[in-house]
């Protein structure tokens, strides 16, 4: 999986229209719905990476619904399309990617090729982070999953979030109305450093793709022999 990924998109991913939304007349919040992507719509992001020496790596990448299933879940298709950046002795990349997403928008699975060409599949458990469905501006979430790669010990995570409102957000791609959502998702890793990341997400209100994130995260415990990411932006570029 992306190392970005919440959310989303997956991160972490998901929104109607305010006409396709249901009004809630007696508190005056409106909501929104789920909605499945169109088979073979997609996405191009352009990501930058700050690491802890302050250095900023660029990274492009696409991610294509390649299957939409008759229960609303679907695939994504990620394609990094930069190559590999070697900084401070970390290897920054996005690798090709399928992905398993559920009716609800929540990854369930990704595979991959690992660094000694072998296929890995990572599983969450019950699904990967991210709101559930209707959302409305006010709602919180709280999300206990873990994830495993192959027989790797499981990795167990804690996400809290908040619907914080409704914006309209400029981006190369476009303008678009979309759904702020704010999230912190907290684990431990097999080397034994804590990490807490808190995000901040902007998914269209009628699509079901984020169109901006950024997201910050903080280390404790032992840390990387290495250079690490700190912050990251992700942005929409285009879409089709």
């Not at 609303?72 to 070697?86: A, D, K, R």
């Not at 957000?169 to 080397?191: I, M, R």
């Not at 009628?206 to 990411?229: H, K």
Request: with cysteine; glycine share 8%.
């Amino acid at each position: 999986m992306k190392f970005w990924k919440v959310a989303a998109a997956s991160t972490v991913p998901l929104l109607m229209t305010a006409c396709n939304g249901s009004n809630d007349s007696s508190s005056g919040s409106m909501t929104y719905d789920f909605i499945v992507p169109q088979m073979n719509s997609q996405r191009s992001y352009a990501e930058t990476i700050i690491d802890n020496s302050n250095n900023s790596i660029k990274e492009m990448y696409s991610e294509t619904v390649t299957a939409v299933n008759s229960d609303n879940s679907y695939v994504l298709l990620q394609e990094g399309t930069t190559g590999s950046n070697l900084v401070n002795g970390t290897s920054y990349s996005i690798p090709t990617e399928t992905v398993d997403v559920n009716d609800q928008g929540r990854d369930t699975s990704y595979s991959y090729t690992n660094a000694a060409g072998a296929a890995e599949t990572c599983t969450y458990s019950p699904y990967g982070p991210g709101p559930a469905y209707p959302l409305s501006v006010g709602g919180t979430w709280t999300t206990n999953y873990t994830v495993t790669c192959g027989t790797a010990t499981p990795v167990n995570h804690t996400q809290t979030g908040a619907v914080v409102d409704v914006e309209s957000v400029t981006v190369p791609a476009g303008t678009f109305t979309a759904v702020k959502l704010q999230s912190t998702d907290v684990w431990t890793d097999v080397n034994g450093t804590t990490i807490t990341q808190t995000a901040f997400n902007w998914r269209d209100v009628d699509t079901t793709f984020s169109v901006q994130r950024t997201i910050t995260r903080a280390y404790s415990g032992t840390l990387p022999t290495n250079g690490y990411e700190v912050t990251a932006q992700v942005v929409l570029q285009s879409t089709n």
